[in-house]
Each structure stands twice: as C-alpha cells, then as structure tokens.
C-alpha cells in the first residue's frame, strides 16, 4: 500500500534538503516541493501568515511512519505539522515501485 506524507517548509532550500536526505535515506521514492504557498495559522493564540514551500513525499505505508518522523526530526521548525497518510488505490506501477521502499516484491 502505498502513502504520502506532507509538510510545509520555510523555504525552498530546506524542503529540498529534507527531500534529498529523505531520498539518500531510502525512505521515501520521491518528493514534490510545492510553492511558495501562503500559509494562515494560529499558533500558541495568534494568528500568522508565512510563505512556505511544500514537501509531499511518496512512500510505502510499511515506510510512513518512519518518514514522518524523520521529516520532524530534520525540520527547522521546533514543532513541524507533518502529516501522513495511506493511500485507497495506486497505479500498478507507482505501488511496485514504492513497495520496493519497504522490500515488498512487484506484483506483477
């Protein structure tokens, strides 16, 4: 089964090192930087806004929880929302692919 994991990122440089490390890592099989997106949060009771970049990195569900760990323990934020989730339904392709994160065999 395959999964996603999302995080918003300060800048560009950081989201890209996160994916690259991420990559290097064999945890995820690829990462989208999306952005800069403007972000409108509260926080500890206030409202803020930032530009941020978005990292959605592709997994395998064995390998999700790890990947979200990793992408908290390597952010520039002191509390990271990091987000994961598992995927209902992948290409055949896409889901041999990111099976092979977690040392699934192809199915086809």
């Given amino acids: 089964m ?8 300060p800048d560009r440089a950081s989201a890209e090192a996160a994916a690259s490390e991420l990559l290097d890592e064999k945890l995820i099989g690829c990462a989208n930087l999306i952005g800069p997106i403007h ?4 926080w500890n009771g206030e409202r803020g806004n930032a530009e941020e970049w978005g ?13 979200v760990s990793r992408i908290a323990s390597i952010h520039p934020y002191t509390s990271p929302a990091v987000m994961g989730w598992r995927c209902d339904a992948a290409g055949g392709a896409t889901a041999d692919w990111l099976a092979a994160l977690g040392g699934a065999k192809p199915t086809a």
């Fill in 39 to 42: 972000s409108i949060f509260e």
């Fill in 55 to 67: 990292l959605l990195a592709k997994t395998d569900a064995t390998q999700l929880q790890a990947t």
């Fill in 2 to 9: 395959t999964a996603l994991a999302w995080c918003p990122f």
